[in-house]
């Protein structure tokens, strides 16, 4: 006969999982931001090439230009 036992940690554990923890949401947020941080300074070099240029690599300049850039290391 199988007796099935559920401990006080088996339910908080259950629990925890379903939500994120305050340091999960920011360090969430932290590779959130340097992505479109790195997204604005690629898109400042797209920018310095030429339409042929950004053409053949299947950019468009009017939609780099709405997305922004970023032209400053910093």
Same mark, same amino acid.
């Given at each position: 006969m199988a007796i099935a036992t559920? %401990? $006080? %940690? !088996?339910? !908080? /554990? !259950? =629990?925890? +999982? $379903? =939500?994120? +923890?305050?340091? &999960?949401?920011a360090?969430? +947020?932290m590779v959130s931001a340097r992505e479109r941080q790195a997204r604005r300074y690629v898109n400042g070099y797209l920018l310095s090439l030429d339409d042929a240029t950004l053409a053949a690599y299947g950019y468009d300049r009017n939609e780099?230009? &709405?997305? /922004?850039a970023l032209t400053s290391i910093f």
């Open positions: 559920t %401990t $006080s %940690t !088996a339910i !908080a /554990g !259950a =629990s925890r +999982s $379903s =939500s994120k +923890s305050f340091v &999960r949401k360090f969430d +947020s780099l230009e &709405r997305q /922004g």
